[in-house]
């Protein structure tokens, strides 16, 4: 049992453990990880780029107890131990890479229905939880409720009809854009989907979008963004000077640690809306994203609710880590 308190304060008693579903190479991960030890929070990473040829998860179950255990790094952690989850990603990334297509393919599912038992199998706080993760993930859904607690949003369709894309498109009052629906995984290193101005090439394409739906928005003009990024009841705002460099001025994530980040001021209806949002969702961790325009109106893009925020406080000094640790800390402690 740990003992975590300042000095001259109350002591407190550390009773829980904190599991960290993560991979090796995740430099917020490596944050979170130097800021509980230096609160003595007892924790276990757990890389799911080692699970499941570099880790074991297993469950036992009978009529009179349940039980389950992870084994990672030469450590071993009961479910029933674990108070709180900081939850990066959920995939098994750890297959063997010399498997034949069908059995890496059965390999994978097999490994993921596994992981999904952690589900139901412990009343742990997560942040996020798996299947709310999931569900905030849709970006239709995320349309549908920043529209729904009163966030402006651009005029969008999304459709694989190529038809239905060329009517909005001839019926816009400006350009408009393109966005994936996802961020793959799949793709080259440097190689990421940006967000970019639909041109008369670009709709000469446009039928492949039968086999793959897209997100088709009005392009809002802006003034800055800004990404603010939540941890339960805190808000941290950081403003994107997008539009001082060319290449940032459609989609910042061309160049996201070149852009000089600054805190900025909420209002309160800003934030109450943000709340209910994460509410609906069920989310304790999000990362937003708004844009600014030049005559001050807000505008909700999307939401992350697994978002970067290390290149955010690194350029404002946002406590957004402390944030992570005192949410993930508090379920621990007695």
Known sequence: MARYGSAGAKAFYLTKTCLLITERFEPTADLLVAELRRRAVTFLRWNLDQFPEGSTLSYH??????????????????????ASIWCRGFRPWGIPGDLQPADRKFAE?????????L???????WINHPQNHRRANSKPAQLYIARYVGFEIPPTVISNDAEEVRRF???AKGETVYKA???TLDLDPGKALFTGLLTERELQKLDLIRVSPG??????????????????????????N????????????????DIEAEPAELSSDVERKIHAFMEFFGLVYGAFD??????????FLELNPAGQYMWVESKTGLPITAALADALSKPCIT
């Open 109 to 117: 599912e097999e490994s993921q229905r596994a992981l999904d038992g």
């Open 290 to 299: 708004f844009i600014v325009t030049p005559d001050g109106r807000w505008v």
């Open 61 to 82: 179950f009978s009529n009179q107890e349940f039980s389950a255990e992870i084994s990672s790094d030469g450590r071993k952690l009961r479910l029933g131990n674990v």
């Open 242 to 257: 997008s539009q001082a460099d060319p290449e940032t001025k459609i989609d910042w994530r061309h160049k996201p640690f």
């Open 119 to 125: 589900f139901t199998g412990t009343e742990a706080l």
């Open 215 to 240: 997100i088709f928005q009005a392009l809002v003009p802006k003034s800055y963004e800004l990404r603010i990024t939540v941890v339960g009841s805190r808000i941290f705002a950081g403003k994107i």
């Open 181 to 183: 629906l996802s961020q």
């Open 169 to 171: 498109i001839a019926q």
